[in-house]
């Protein structure tokens, strides 16, 4: 069964640091992907991961991917206060079901001036 | 027009009542899931359909049946609602003809069961 862990759950930050959320997964993949959550929002997406050593770049975001240590990171450089939001990542489970996907537990960021 | 519509998007009802939500979608998109999302747990599948004939069951399951009336339409239903059922719902689709497995997410509804 593929379980898909996040951490940390909650991060406050400072306007103007930096910080890397974690997203560790059981089972093998070849891709991942990261949304963003406004409060009270749907998700939407950020990053498609589609290959071992992947690395995507939006603004102040950064994700990469480690297909064989089963890791990728969301990286956040300079935060601010806009980057506030709930993050997921999400991993497809394999075999007959491809493509269904397996959620983190999502990270919520509060940025603080 | 938004691309996956949900209504209702928000409802309140009573417990041991039959509640229906609803999902549309204008992509073409083959592949309908079913999701409810509570603090803490992240986004957990209740059904997903990979076309008209064929319905799934996802992890979270009990409690829920849904209909997959045409490729564009997913309802989702709640046949004797429970508080415990109080979360917000979300449907979503996917092509994988692109070659990307990502979603494509309704607005959401948020059901409280009292």
């Known amino acids: 069964e593929l379980k898909v862990e996040q951490n940390p759950l909650f991060l406050s930050m400072q306007e103007g640091k930096n910080y890397t959320i974690y997203c560790n997964y059981s089972?093998?993949?070849?891709?991942l992907y990261w949304y963003r959550q406004d409060p009270g929002k749907s998700l939407e997406s950020l990053f498609v991961l589609l290959s071992n050593g992947a690395v995507k770049q939006e603004g102040r975001l950064m994700a990469s991917l480690d297909t064989k240590a089963r890791l990728s990171t969301l990286h956040i450089t300079a935060a601010v206060h806009d980057l506030s939001a709930t993050y997921f990542c999400a991993v497809p489970e394999g075999g007959t079901s491809y493509g269904k996907l397996t959620f983190g537990q999502g990270t919520i960021l509060t940025v603080h001036p | 027009d938004a691309d996956v519509t949900q209504t209702p998007r928000n409802r309140i009802t009573k417990t041991g009542k039959r509640i229906m939500l609803e999902c549309s979608q204008t992509?073409?998109?083959?592949?309908m899931y079913w999701y409810r999302q509570d603090p803490g747990l992240g986004l957990r599948l209740i059904y997903y359909?990979?076309?008209?004939?064929?319905?799934n069951k996802g992890e979270i399951s009990d409690g829920y049946s849904v209909s997959r009336q045409a490729q564009a339409k997913f309802s989702l239903s709640l046949e004797s609602a429970i508080p415990n059922q109080t979360a917000l719902y979300f449907c979503?689709?996917?092509?994988?003809?692109?070659?990307?497995?990502?979603?494509?997410f309704g607005s959401g509804t948020r059901l409280t069961v009292v």
């Open positions: 979503a689709t996917s092509d994988p003809r692109t070659g990307n497995y990502g979603y494509t």
């Open positions: 992509k073409g998109h083959d592949r």
């Open positions: 089972t093998t993949s070849d891709r």
């Open positions: 359909s990979f076309d008209v004939k064929d319905i």
